[in-house]
């Protein structure tokens, strides 16, 4: 079993759709989570960084972190085309560690 | 924001040869750099753990001798993939963290393609 589980899709939603993406993972020591999204060959981006459980909202992205079900999520409010990427979850035990990322769901969004 | 700068973005080579990937964190100090592969379709793979001023430190499985890295100061860190293969064909990004800053920021990416 993978450190981070993450549905790979793809994810095809229509234009102004709110999308849900989700992780779950299994070490509990995991205090840090983050959310990339990731255009094809390029670098990941980041777009959202979470300490500990709660919401976060940026925009028209928001985060949640359930650590007590050891799931996250990522949510994107009305959809645009341009949202079309791969989206990466990532954890890690502190601030400076190293990434576990999960296997990226890739998203499209269509006009 | 922090940037972390990564060339080449695309290189092709025949196999055999060495090729060298540089990142640099253009505006900020990075003690710590990270670098990855990523396989199409794939998520990214930690190959090692580059520390400024000592030995970098490797995942499992991953060649040191095969894959050199080189953090010489706090804003460069070189990934050198030697007698290089076919197989070695991937994407390869760097990350750093900059100091008291939220998350990691990552290159561009580096398409390495051996022929």
């Known amino acids: 079993q993978k450190e981070v589980e993450q549905d790979p899709g793809p994810l095809s939603v229509p234009e102004g759709a709110i999308v849900s993406l989700n992780c779950t993972y299994s070490?509990?020591?995991?205090?840090?989570f983050m959310w990339y999204r990731q255009y094809s060959r390029k670098g990941p981006e980041l777009l959202m960084y979470t300490y500990s459980s709660g919401n976060k909202e940026d925009g028209r992205f928001t985060a949640q972190v359930d650590k007590s079900s050891k799931y996250i999520s990522l949510f994107i409010r009305d959809s645009q085309p341009s949202d079309s990427a791969t989206y990466l979850c990532?954890?890690?035990?502190?601030?400076?560690?190293?990434?576990?990322f999960g296997g990226g769901t890739r998203l499209m969004v269509k006009p | 924001g922090a940037v972390v700068s990564q060339h080449p973005s695309r290189v092709i080579c025949k196999s055999g040869t060495s090729v060298k990937i540089e990142c640099r964190s253009l505006?900020?100090?990075?003690?710590?750099m990270f670098w990855y592969r990523q396989f199409p379709k794939q998520s990214l793979m930690l190959m090692a753990t580059?520390?400024?001023?000592?030995?970098?430190?490797?995942e499992q499985g991953v060649e040191k001798d095969k894959f050199l890295i080189n953090h010489a100061s706090l804003t460069l860190s070189t990934l050198t993939v030697t007698s290089a293969h076919p197989e070695d064909s991937s994407f390869y990004i760097c990350?750093?963290?900059?100091?008291?800053?939220?998350?990691?920021?990552f290159g561009s990416g580096t398409r390495l393609t051996v022929v």
């Open positions: 505006d900020f100090q990075a003690t710590t």
């Open positions: 070490n509990s020591a995991f205090q840090y």
């Open positions: 990350s750093a963290r900059e100091q008291d800053r939220d998350g990691y920021t």
């Open positions: 580059s520390n400024e001023g000592s030995k970098a430190t490797y």
């Open positions: 990532a954890m890690s035990y502190n601030a400076g560690n190293m990434l576990t």
